[in-house]
């Protein structure tokens, strides 16, 4: 229910105190120099209790976006450690841009200014920021909103739904070449030769960890960090306990890899757990970048990176039939988006199936 009462001050103005009382809710004051805005704010507020929406507006009007982000950053960013740093400077920009405002004032509008800064601004590196990395930004802020909303009700609803994310560019596909033949004589194809590279290394590490890499696609990371305590040579498996997505992963490791890791283990230092151990910090893996970079100079290959390697074995399997689902299930994805860009080296195998289909429900009949 709610009053509209007229005052009358000393010198003379007008002013009308309105109070609305609803079972429930704690009592609503506000004061307007007209009638006609006084009736309006009864009305929309009222709307507003209703419908749950007043007190999140409340709420909203309260806390600035420098509020949210250094809540964020204290008590939900340490829940995921290997994205502190990055998250951390990401959303801070944001708060250097916009965090004087309240979270009602933040509207998708001033997002959408921010968003268009970042595509257009230089960055610290001296280099202008691509798409993709702009998505980063905007996904940070949107979680940080998201749990703004759902967990501290600070605001009625995420003003980053209406902000249109930059088009990312076709993820990269990298992968090395095959050996060719013409005229009885053999091409070496990128493959052969950064094997020959690696396994020629001074590095003994170098070229099993690459074996790994193409045969299983694991992560650089993942693979360094490997410890006997992941491995299964009976089953021929390794365990990933800590990846990317925060899941467990199990792969499959046969042929070549399995009998480098066999023999590997024949050799396995007792001072520590890793596979792959450093020389000097024997609790640290082995930095393999140099030896990396000089297999590749070897074996006369450019524009590939380590993680291309997992490119190579996502190709690989792309060629050898297996299907989007059964490559993401091997590579550790959650979604079948990050592995699209490999659909079109499978067309054969989709092919086969279509065809395998025909036969089946029509027959060879013409």
Not at 101 to 126: F, H, M, Q, W, Y
Request: aromatic share 6%; hydrophobic share 35%.
């Amino acid at each position: 229910m709610a009053s509209i009462r007229k005052r009358t001050r000393k010198d003379g103005t007008t002013s009308y105190l309105v109070e609305i009382r609803m079972k429930g809710h704690p009592p609503q004051r506000a004061t307007f120099a007209r009638l006609t805005d006084a009736r309006k704010w009864e009305q929309d507020t009222e709307s507003a209790i209703r419908g749950n929406r007043y007190f999140k507006t409340r709420e909203a009007q309260k806390h600035t976006l420098a509020d949210m982000v250094d809540r964020y950053i204290k008590d939900v960013l340490p829940t995921k450690p290997k994205q502190i740093r990055v998250q951390k400077g990401q959303l801070e920009w944001f708060k250097d841009e916009i965090g004087a405002n309240t979270l009602a004032d933040v509207t998708p509008a001033k997002i959408t200014e921010c968003r268009d800064k970042l595509l257009s601004e230089i960055n610290k590196r001296g280099i202008q920021r691509s798409p993709a990395t702009v998505v980063r930004y905007l996904s940070a802020l949107s979680h940080c909103f998201t749990i703004a909303v759902n967990e501290w009700c600070w605001l009625e609803d995420s003003p980053m739904r209406k902000v249109k994310k930059p088009k990312e560019p076709r993820g990269r596909v990298r992968f090395l070449s095959e050996d060719e033949s013409t005229d009885d004589v053999v091409i070496e194809g990128e493959r052969t030769r950064l094997l020959k590279a690696c396994k020629d290394s001074s590095n003994e590490y170098l070229y099993i960890v690459v074996v790994l890499a193409l045969s299983t696609g694991m992560r650089k990371n993942e693979i360094i960090s490997l410890t006997w305590q992941n491995v299964d040579l009976n089953r021929g498996r390794i365990t990933l306990y800590e990846t990317k997505n925060g899941e467990i992963r199990v792969v499959p490791v046969s042929g070549l890899a399995l009998e480098l890791l066999k023999e590997r283990a024949k050799a396995r230092r007792l001072h520590t757990e890793l596979l792959f151990p450093s020389k000097v910090h024997r609790d640290k893996p082995q930095d393999i970048r140099a030896p990396w970079v000089a297999a590749l100079k070897k074996a006369k290959i450019e524009d590939f990176r380590f993680h291309d390697l997992r490119h190579s074995a996502a190709s690989y399997l792309a060629m050898s039939g297996a299907s989007l689902t059964e490559i993401a299930d091997i590579l550790g994805h959650k979604t079948l988006q990050m592995v699209k860009r490999y659909s079109h080296l499978s067309e054969a195998h989709t092919a086969s199936v279509i065809s395998k289909l025909d036969q089946r429900m029509f027959g060879n009949d013409k």
